[in-house]
């Protein structure tokens, strides 16, 4: 057997006691990351947590703000023609007056008349339902006229001879386009 160096047993000694030196002091560190993780996992799980009820809370306002919307859509379709309606009110009564009327004169008939044709053409302005008129003369426009024929003119081609019906619009958009008769080419 050879013979241990008691220098090389020393130095195997404080080996030994510096790898059990590690050994214990691993749990601390370990035990250290341990509670440094279970810490910041804590803190991660409270952010996801806060993060999720941020998250619950503006889908449930963005779905409420939706739903109002869509009510709010409905509603408005429901009553679109709700001042329209009130505003052709005065124009029914004045029909029905007249109707009431059974001993009245061909000139009464005809004031009743002209004042209702009043009533509702000032109904229909206050709802911006204007008319289209075209002047005779003026040029066609295809986007507000109809043209019913063609016929030959002294006034230059493709302008209003007659005016058939008028054409109404409203917000700039053609409910109905004026019925005309336009020149023919020369």
Known sequence: MSETNPNQADSTFTNNQSIEEMLISQPTDAS???SLAQTELA???AKSA???DQF???K????NARRRAEEEISKARK???EAFAESLLPVADSLEAGLILEDASAEQIREGAQATLRQLLAALERNKVLPINPAIGSKFDPHQHQAISVVPSELETNAVVTLLQKGYSIAERVLR???VIVAAPK
């Open 43 to 45: 803190e991660l799980q």
């Open 60 to 63: 449930a306002e963005a779905d």
């Open 56 to 58: 619950l809370r503006a």
């Open 177 to 179: 386009p004026a019925l």
């Open 50 to 52: 806060e993060l999720a």
């Open 79 to 81: 009553f679109a023609v």
């Open 32 to 34: 250290d990351a341990l």
